[in-house]
């Protein structure tokens, strides 16, 4: 009985996978509020998350408030360093919350130009333009504040940070040493 609820299983996985990769990847899309974006990408632009728009500067190692934070024992942050970053944070999450926001809203409205059947040349681009300046200033918020992050930070924790991150190993001979 259990191979055969194995098997049964395993079909379905098949069947599924084998959907996704028939020409119908977007199957189940249509039941979407916001068709372009899934439930857990609106709920990220509206808590502020970082959402992967900072990766330029996450992995050329420049670290972010957020997990500055949650490492900040591992990190050895001063009391003034905690005081800092946690304004930062702060700060970032009152810039990114109304532009996610706002970006939920323009999405919201283009889906409604299709859903309506009123979209228009003239429309569309309006709503792309506007779209894509909110997406710019979004980007810009979460990628400037670690820069500010940054520069809060020594060398030492710059380097505990990346191995904390996963992104370096203790051992590597690699990345940001200073030679006396």
Do not use: W
């Not at 949650?70 to 003034?80: N, S």
């Not at 409604?112 to 059947?117: I, Q």
């Amino acid at each position: 009985m259990r191979r055969l609820l194995l098997l049964a299983a395993t079909l379905i996985v098949s069947c599924n996978v084998a959907s996704a990769q028939s020409g119908q990847p977007y199957a189940g899309f249509e039941q979407r509020p916001i068709k372009a974006l899934s439930h857990q990408q609106i709920d990220d632009l509206r808590a502020g998350r970082g959402m992967g728009l900072a990766l330029a500067a996450e992995l050329n190692g420049y670290p972010g408030p957020s997990h500055v934070l949650e490492f900040g024992d591992r990190l050895d942050l001063t009391a003034d360093q905690r005081i800092r970053v946690q304004h930062l944070f702060e700060a970032m999450k009152q810039e990114a919350v109304p532009l996610g926001n706002k970006l939920v809203e323009q999405e919201t409205e283009l889906d409604r130009l299709f859903s309506a059947r009123v979209a228009t040349s003239e429309s569309l681009r309006a709503t792309l333009v506007a779209i894509s300046e909110t997406q710019a200033l979004l980007r810009e918020s979460h990628l400037k504040y670690h820069l500010s992050t940054t520069a809060l930070l020594d060398q030492n924790q710059m380097q505990r940070y990346a191995e904390l991150r996963g992104y370096q190993r203790p051992d590597s001979s690699e990345g940001h040493k200073h030679h006396h």
